[in-house]
């Protein structure tokens, strides 16, 4: 059964910046598109952004262009997620997911079969 692991959340001043882990058990993440989404409280989840099998990272928020990076560490079979300069709006539950597909699926949760359990990211002073 896929299983994936957000780690790294935490609060932050404005400005600061943190990097996210997904981690993968059970399976292996080498061939799989694994997208990033944030939940605000009272807000519909949102796409962040994806990253393919080969690398390839897709920002579906313009809100985080220039700002958040996608990568992957196929030998310790975890996907990042960079964050910098961060802003209050940043605010929110990080989830890590995938489709089990190589390419990306698109920027809305239904789209994705396979959750991690969230982390929490709160940029405030």
């Known amino acids: 059964q896929v299983q994936l692991v957000e780690s790294g959340g935490g609060l932050v001043q404005p400005g600061g910046s943190l990097r996210l882990s997904c981690a993968a058990s059970?399976?292996?993440?080498?061939?799989?598109?694994i997208a990033w989404f944030r939940q605000a409280p009272g807000k519909e989840r949102e796409g962040v952004s994806c990253?393919?099998?080969?690398?390839?990272?897709?920002y579906f928020a313009d809100s985080v262009k220039g700002r958040f990076t996608m990568s992957r560490d196929n030998a310790k079979n975890t996907v990042y997620l960079q964050m910098n300069s961060l802003k209050p709006e940043d605010t929110g539950v990080y989830y890590c997911?995938?489709?089990?597909?190589?390419?990306?699926?698109?920027?809305?949760?239904?789209?994705?079969?396979?959750w991690g359990q969230g982390t929490q990211v709160t940029v405030s002073s």
């Open positions: 990253i393919t099998s080969t690398r390839r990272s897709t």
């Open positions: 059970r399976f292996t993440l080498d061939y799989y598109a």
């Open positions: 997911a995938t489709a089990g597909t190589a390419l990306c699926s698109g920027r809305y949760p239904e789209e994705y079969d396979y």
